[in-house]
């Protein structure tokens, strides 16, 4: 009897086209160099195969619940004196937990309305309690606010991260939240070397703000200098920074001032710098543009504030202190000595936002494009050389049915490839190990059921029997072992990173395609082989 | 072309050499491990993926001089360096590595390296990989990884719970178990150490070993359903004489990719394919050493408490 096999043998040609497609796409040409760049479009190779910069960022976001509760704290003196409420002092009590705020001495005639207007205003993002004893109350920002102030950190971080690495032609980089930690982020830059520059200009904060002077605006020799002058102690909405000794004194000596914790304008306020030519005394400065909101914000300050010094405070060092002329409304020039990479860098990030955060590297590798195709190389003769000799000893060893395992291990390894083409997923070095499982199982799958198949045959059972019945108790064992692994290399998936995932994402794809191949395939090839044959005769395996 | 076919191989009557080939192994993993252990802390060698640390490789003009290089690094008052040369001496490569630092500033210790190369090297020198890790994504990446693989080993228990019977999963779990053990141990054996690809083996081992005694386990299910009156140790024998030839055969051609992989593979998958020859070898052995005998000895356990003689082997079958 024979069997109709039209329909299967179109399926198998239909899979082998649509996953060559899934390799290939439709290649410009079919010269080996059309083909090569065919498949590398298609088929993404990781960091450690193709080289590039890998980077772990840890972001600190209790800069971005600073910089909130800051703000806060201006909201709240405001909210106060526009009440015309008494209090001695708005302050953030421990400077490890940022996210609360202490208002002190509160005159206990206003503490209703202190505690009404307060609840009105910060109600919904503070946990608000009063303390009668000392007339206080405490502002602690809800949970749930600041997981999502956090998150929200995170995100703006990448997407920062991201537009900067973008206008540095940076091609097909990865920037993702990274899982195993808490606010960090997986950055990985495809072809990058030389990591200095490009860590700079990512991690750059360029805080670029402008501040209230409190103290002398000259400045102090020391920190201990301007702590004898305050008598001893700072006040809480204030605090010390160093000059860029390069822009605050003539003789290049180191100055400490007094600045307002609080800045005028600062980070997203800006919308970009350009670098100015030296001017008279020989200086190179930066010329600032503030957004409409920022614009609007400094007009009101500088207005009521003429007189006052600013401060002009880049990266945590004074750049450069002013005395208001006259009100200025969205843009500036900062004097100093900058490099033209820091003027471009500044320029930079301003365009593209500073970061929420400040970002600390805690993991970074680069691998050199030729230690990465070394390892290619390495890997594919090796993989090649052991798939070859695999398939010369099935050849030798089942005659016939070796070739039903060859063209299965062969049109396995296509599906495998396809699916990482569809599925844009990457092929790293552990993903060859999956890659290596996978020809293992697949040879594994055939060996069981050619094994099967002679041990029928041995019973005496005749050709056609004896494929059916050793397909059919090859398939229980294989599908046992199939699943098992699939089963652990979905787990891995879900659970895993980096390496471990690689390796999942290949072996997940592998086993699929090594059901269908090793199975279906391999039947339809043994059946049409007995269509063919004369009845009696026996088949070569 | 056939091997093996018709044997009788009384697997089971061997099972004290077996147990006593398996103490060995895994005792001498054990001890290397504790050995290691109490020399550096950790059990077996990690490398700076999980451990933290920094990892220079520098292509050298020329062959350098490692004496020379240790000199350069001293004078730069940098401690604790250690420096091998790398892969083929005609590429001139040293990998260079400083041990754990803070995570405050993981890039400093590639510059200090640098630095002192340049004080002392005139001619160019190149960097062609740096891996710089803190110490907290080490102990992320180590914690997740093993993790991932627990709940790996988890799943397929209970697959193999569901589609066997328990004892069936705990065994292929032990097996597999065992095998990583030993290769692991082999690690801290050789001083080799344990990297991220590494670690990739090692599930690869897992894979594969679980997949040889799966096949011989399904046999064993498929024997008891034929034949009842056979004693269980008789089953397992002969389930494994008849997958012997399929075991050999398979374990063979995956021990030649591996080996192909272990001989062209380079520096870079050495630990790799290392892992892979010695799980290979280890995972098919288990299968028949460890896996299958652990049924017999659990149904002998439970005849003398006075159960059910027969091991419920087969739930279902298709």
Same mark, same amino acid.
């Given at each position: 009897m024979k069997k109709n096999l039209n329909g299967k043998i179109a399926l198998i040609l239909g899979t082998l086209l649509v996953f060559l497609y899934g390799i290939f796409g439709i290649p410009k040409g079919v010269s080996g160099a059309a083909l090569e760049q065919a498949i590398t479009q298609r088929i993404h190779l990781g960091l450690d195969l193709r080289g590039g910069a890998h980077l772990i960022l840890q972001v600190v976001v209790k800069d971005a619940i600073n910089a909130e509760t800051d703000n806060t704290v201006a909201r709240i003196e405001q909210a106060m004196a526009d009440n015309h409420l008494t209090y001695t002092q708005v302050l953030k009590p421990d400077p490890n937990t940022p996210q609360t705020i202490r208002i002190e001495g509160v005159d206990p005639l206003h503490s209703s309305a202190v505690s009404s207007e307060l609840t009105d205003r910060f109600g919904t993002e503070y946990d608000i309690a009063s303390n009668s004893n000392d007339h206080s109350f405490t502002l602690t920002m809800k949970p749930s606010?600041?997981?999502?102030?956090?998150?929200?950190?995170?995100?703006?971080?990448?997407?920062?991260?991201?537009?900067?690495?973008?206008?540095?032609? %940076?091609?097909?980089?990865?920037?993702?939240?990274?899982?195993?930690?808490?606010? /960090?982020?997986?950055?990985?830059?495809?072809?990058? /070397?030389?990591?200095?520059?490009?860590?700079?200009?990512?991690?750059?904060?360029?805080?670029?703000?402008?501040?209230? %002077?409190a103290g002398n605006p000259d400045g102090y020799a020391s920190e201990q200098e301007a702590m004898t002058s305050l008598g001893g102690a700072i006040p809480p909405d204030e605090y010390l920074v160093h000059g860029d000794p390069q822009g605050v004194s003539s003789d290049g000596s180191d100055r400490v001032?007094?600045?307002k914790r609080v800045s005028i304008v600062g980070g997203r306020d800006f919308r970009d710098a350009s670098a100015i030519g030296p001017n008279d005394s020989g200086r190179q400065g930066v010329n600032f543009v503030l957004t409409n909101a920022g614009g609007q914000r400094f007009y009101d300050y500088t207005s009521s504030h003429v007189g006052s010094y600013m401060a002009i405070v880049l990266g945590d060092r004074v750049k450069n202190v002013a005395v208001i002329k006259s009100a200025i409304r969205d843009n500036g020039q900062i004097e100093g000595q900058f490099s033209k990479e820091q003027i471009d860098a500044l320029s930079l990030t301003l365009r593209t936002g500073a970061l929420p955060a400040s970002i600390i590297p805690i993991e970074q590798r680069t691998v050199g494009a030729s230690l990465g195709a070394d390892s290619i190389r390495q890997g594919v003769i090796a993989a090649i050389a052991g798939t070859l000799a695999v398939m010369f000893f099935m050849l030798?060893?089942?005659?016939?049915?070796?070739?039903?395992?060859?063209?299965?291990?062969?049109?396995?390894?296509? !599906?495998?490839?396809g699916f990482m083409g569809f599925s844009q997923s990457t092929l790293t070095l552990p993903g060859i190990a999956g890659v290596i499982l996978t !020809?293992?199982?697949?040879?594994?799958?055939?060996?069981?059921?050619? /094994?099967?198949?002679?041990? /029928?045959?041995?019973?005496?059972?005749?050709?056609?029997?004896?494929?059916?019945?050793?397909?059919?108790?090859?398939?229980?064992?294989?599908?046992?072992?199939?699943?098992?692994?699939?089963?652990?290399?979905?787990?891995?998936?879900?659970?895993?990173?980096?390496?471990?995932?690689?390796?999942?994402?290949?072996?997940?794809?592998?086993?699929?395609?090594?059901?269908?191949?090793?199975?279906?395939?391999?039947?339809?090839?043994?059946?049409?082989?007995?269509?063919?044959?004369?009845?009696?005769?026996?088949?070569?395996i | 072309m056939e091997l093996f076919t018709g044997v009788t191989i009384d697997w089971l009557g061997k099972k004290w050499y077996?147990?006593?080939?398996s103490l060995l192994f895994s005792v001498s993993g054990i001890i290397s491990m504790g050995i290691h252990f109490a020399r550096t802390g950790s059990p077996v060698p990690l490398g700076v993926d999980f451990k933290g640390g920094t990892e220079v490789q520098v292509t050298f003009t020329e062959t350098p001089d490692v004496n020379q290089v240790r000199n350069a690094t001293n004078a730069a008052g940098l401690h604790d360096v250690k420096i091998v040369s790398y892969d083929v001496p005609s590429k001139h490569e040293l990998l260079i590595s400083l041990p754990e630092q803070s995570d405050v500033n993981v890039d400093s210790s590639r510059k200090q390296i640098?630095?002192?190369?340049h004080q002392h090297y005139n001619n160019p020198i190149l960097e062609s990989s740096v891996q710089a890790v803190g110490p907290t994504v080490g102990r992320q990446l180590e914690k997740q990884a093993g993790l991932a693989t627990l709940y790996s080993l988890v799943g397929m228990l209970v697959y193999l719970w569901f589609r066997f019977e328990l004892i069936y999963g705990v065994a292929a779990v032990v097996a597999v178990f065992h095998d990583t053990l030993i290769t692991v141990g082999a690690f801290a054996l050789t001083g080799q150490e344990i990297s991220l690809t590494v670690i990739a083996a090692i599930l690869t081992l897992v894979g594969?070993?679980?997949?040889?005694?799966?096949?011989?386990?399904?046999?064993?299910?498929?024997?008891?359903?034929?034949?009842? #009156?056979?004693?269980?140790?008789?089953?397992?024998? #002969? &389930?494994?004489?008849?997958?012997?030839?399929?075991?050999?055969?398979?374990? $063979?051609?995956?021990?030649?990719?591996?080996?192909?992989?272990?001989?062209? $593979?380079?520096?870079?998958? &050495?630990?790799?394919?290392? =892992?892979?020859?010695?799980?290979?070898?280890? $995972?098919?052995?288990?299968?028949? =050493?460890? =896996?299958?005998?652990?049924?017999?000895?659990?149904?002998?356990? #439970?005849?003398? #408490?006075g159960k059910a003689a027969t091991l419920p082997a087969a739930k279902r079958s298709r």
């Open positions: 606010v600041l997981a999502d102030l956090e998150s929200r950190t995170l995100d703006q971080s990448i997407e920062t991260i991201r537009d900067r690495v973008d206008r540095l032609g %940076v091609s097909e980089p990865v920037i993702q939240r990274y899982g195993l930690g808490a606010n /960090e982020i997986l950055v990985e830059l495809p072809g990058v /070397e030389d990591l200095d520059r490009i860590k700079d200009i990512i991690q750059s904060t360029s805080r670029l703000e402008v501040h209230e %002077v001032f007094l600045l030798l060893y089942y005659r016939g049915a070796g070739i039903n395992a060859d063209l299965a291990l062969f049109l396995n390894l296509v !599906i495998l490839l !020809i293992g199982m697949g040879v594994d799958s055939n060996v069981l059921i050619f /094994e099967r198949i002679r041990e /029928e045959m041995r019973a005496g059972k005749g050709a056609a029997q004896a494929v059916d019945q050793g397909f059919a108790h090859a398939w229980v064992t294989i599908v046992d072992t199939h699943v098992t692994t699939i089963v652990s290399a979905a787990i891995l998936f879900m659970f895993g990173t980096g390496p471990v995932k690689g390796f999942a994402v290949t072996l997940f794809f592998g086993l699929l395609a090594n059901l269908f191949t090793a199975v279906f395939v391999s039947r339809v090839i043994f059946d049409s082989h007995l269509n063919n044959m004369k009845a009696g005769a026996r088949i070569s | 077996f147990l006593a080939f640098l630095d002192a190369l594969y070993s679980m997949n040889d005694t799966i096949v011989v386990f399904d046999r064993i299910r498929e024997n008891l359903r034929i034949s009842r #009156r056979e004693g269980l140790a008789d089953v397992v024998n #002969r &389930s494994i004489n008849q997958t012997l030839s399929r075991t050999v055969l398979t374990s $063979g051609l995956t021990f030649l990719t591996v080996l192909a992989l272990y001989i062209f $593979g380079g520096k870079v998958l &050495s630990g790799f394919s290392f =892992a892979l020859v010695v799980g290979i070898l280890i $995972g098919t052995y288990s299968s028949i =050493a460890v =896996a299958a005998p652990m049924l017999v000895a659990y149904q002998d356990w #439970r005849m003398k #408490r």
